[in-house]
């Protein structure tokens, strides 16, 4: 599961994505759905959309940290909003003096995730970019696993049966406590 997540996908994959424009590209859900399928072989069991989207959360969100690469549009973002300045320098030397493709990629976030404050500077780490999708993923999560706890409970009753966790008000709160045990 480490080298799954480490060796393969970030270095190489991330540099590919933050390198070149491929939002369109169609074998990015050709390699999102190989390394769904990798997961499920190494887990050996299937995995639903929900369980599929927390496990490309990071760690830090409850996630396995396997990251999707449908995150090229966040990745692409950030690294352009990171060289804007180099880019602009080379732009005036030619007859281009804009980035369409930023400028395409930028419009096509904001429509997904809002506007940004055109006061501040484009962010230029990914984290900033990905922000408003994770708390988007965390928000399905955890109302899908509210709807199956609350299912489990009208089932259940107050008790839990032995060796299942006991409900408390901060599980009750927090689903993703519950699921931590």
Known sequence: ??????????P???HLLRCAPSMDNPALDLFDGRLRSALIRIIN???SDTQWLQASLSIKHGGLGIRQVLLVLHAFLASAASTSDLQSQILLASACTADTQFDT?????QVAH?????????PVKQSVWDKSGIL???????????GSYQQWRSQYGATAPSGLPRTTSANRANP??????
Not at 105 to 109: M, R, T
Not at 136 to 146: D, G, K, L, M
Not at 176 to 181: A, H, Q, S
């Open 136 to 146: 988007s993923s965390c928000t399905t999560v955890e109302s899908a696993i509210s």
């Open 114 to 122: 809002g506007p940004l404050s055109p006061s501040d500077p484009l």
């Open 1 to 10: 599961m480490l080298l799954l997540r480490v060796s393969f996908i970030a």
């Open 45 to 47: 069991t299937s995995l």
């Open 12 to 14: 190489r994959v991330q």
């Open 176 to 181: 993703m406590k519950f699921l931590e045990g």
């Open 105 to 109: 990629y930028l419009a096509d976030w």
